[in-house]
């Protein structure tokens, strides 16, 4: 599970920041999940076979979703890939009157033991930003961890071997539309990380980083990325200008401020 598909929800949650001993602060608690979606999740729950853990993160976890336009954020530790792509079909159907998705994303223990970027990343977003929902919890010994460099690094540090991704996708037949919204909420994170060790915070809030962003570096604006967000764009020449432009422009920026994979 990369960091693209465990980003948090684009609601954002007006708890999220930094602690005054420097650890970062989320709203994620079992207290704050709408009644509403309980039934999805305790579906996905009876649903769980073998001895996977399963978290709820996003939103739904932060108590800022609204039925029926956001999506059901799960987690699962040592649950198949497989399982959980048949999870998530099933919920998504099951569920489409208070839901616009169920998504269930896969990782496992070794990924979160992982002495690497990726690995720290998935720790701080399992202590943070996930709500245990069943199985066993490795979160539970987890520790607090820093608003630093690191946790950046850890969210977001792929974004160069994304841009690599997103070249060789446009060069085939995909989708536009939806390559360019992947584009723009993988990149828009990779500002608030910069946002957030530039200002000493910590933030995932794509739309007011971005704003940030334009005031700290206003050659370097990302608002074409915040426009594709409600409205991304169909014109293969329009995503292949930001590829060569100012995609590169925030990955070298991290490379360089917070470091790359």
Request: proline share 7%; glycine share 8%; net charge negative.
């Amino acid at each position: 599970m990369t960091p693209e598909t465990r980003e948090p929800d684009p609601v954002h949650d007006p708890h999220e920041g930094i602690t005054p001993d420097g650890m970062i602060r989320t709203g994620a608690r079992r207290a704050a999940v709408p009644s509403t979606y309980v039934p999805v999740l305790e579906a996905a729950v009876g649903s769980l076979t073998g001895p996977a853990g399963l978290y709820v993160y996003g939103s739904v976890a932060t108590g800022t979703a609204s039925v029926p336009t956001s999506d059901v954020d799960l987690l699962a530790i040592d649950l198949p890939t497989a399982s959980a792509d048949r999870l998530t079909a099933e919920l998504t159907s099951r569920f489409a009157d208070r839901c616009r998705a169920v998504s269930v994303g896969a990782a496992s223990r070794a990924d979160l033991a992982a002495l690497n970027d990726e690995g720290h990343g998935l720790r701080v977003f399992l202590r943070h930003y996930c709500v245990h929902l069943a199985g066993p919890d490795p979160a539970a010994g987890l520790p607090d961890h820093r608003a630093d460099a690191a946790a950046a690094r850890g969210f977001n540090g792929d974004i160069g071997q994304h841009l690599q991704r997103w070249r060789d996708a446009l060069e085939d037949d995909v989708e536009v539309a939806p390559l360019a919204t992947r584009i723009a909420r993988k990149t828009l994170l990779a500002v608030a990380g910069l946002v957030s060790i530039r200002d000493a915070t910590w933030s995932t809030d794509r739309r007011a980083c971005a704003t940030r962003w334009g005031e700290l570096e206003p050659a370097a604006s990302v608002d074409i990325l915040v426009t594709w967000l409600d409205a991304p764009p169909h014109d293969r020449d329009a995503v292949e200008r930001v590829l060569d432009r100012t995609v590169p422009t925030i990955v070298t920026a991290f490379e360089r401020e917070i470091g790359l994979w």
